[in-house]
Nanobody, 116 residues
Framework: QVQLVESGGGLVQPGGSLRLSCAAS????????MRWYRQAPGKERELVAT????????AYADPVKGRFTISRDNAKNAVYLQMNSLKSEDTAVYYC?????????WGKGTLVTVSS
């Protein structure tokens, strides 16, 4: 079955960097767009970044443009989120997502805390 497993979260100081990873299995990874979402405490889940089937197509939410980079390695069935210049407002649980035949699949998330 489809599985998405996020890793790489943790505590980082403002201005620091983290790289999140998402390992995918159970589907033909290279055929599907992948997305990163986040959900901050008390807020709704929001889309952070999207990547098309190759690295050629990416899109970002305005709050993270210029700071975050989404990438994928189709040989490793993995998608990444490089997060630089982190701010306290980036604190959230980050989720990996894909949509297959109209159904959304989610990982369990990885917590990113930006604090001094």
């Amino acid at each position: 079955q489809v599985q998405l497993v996020e890793s790489g979260g943790g505590l980082v100081q403002p201005g620091g960097s983290l790289r999140l990873s998402c390992a995918a299995s159970g589907f033909t990874f290279s055929n599907y767009f992948m997305r990163w979402y986040r959900q901050a405490p008390g807020k709704e889940r929001e889309l952070v970044a999207t990547i098309a089937t190759s690295d050629q197509g990416t899109a970002y939410a305005d709050p993270v443009k210029g700071r975050f980079t989404i990438s994928r390695d189709n040989a490793k069935n993995a998608v990444y989120l490089q997060m630089n210049s982190l701010k306290s407002e980036d604190t959230a649980v980050y989720y990996c997502n894909t949509l297959i035949s109209g159904r959304a699949y989610w990982g369990k998330g990885t917590l990113v805390t930006v604090s001094s």
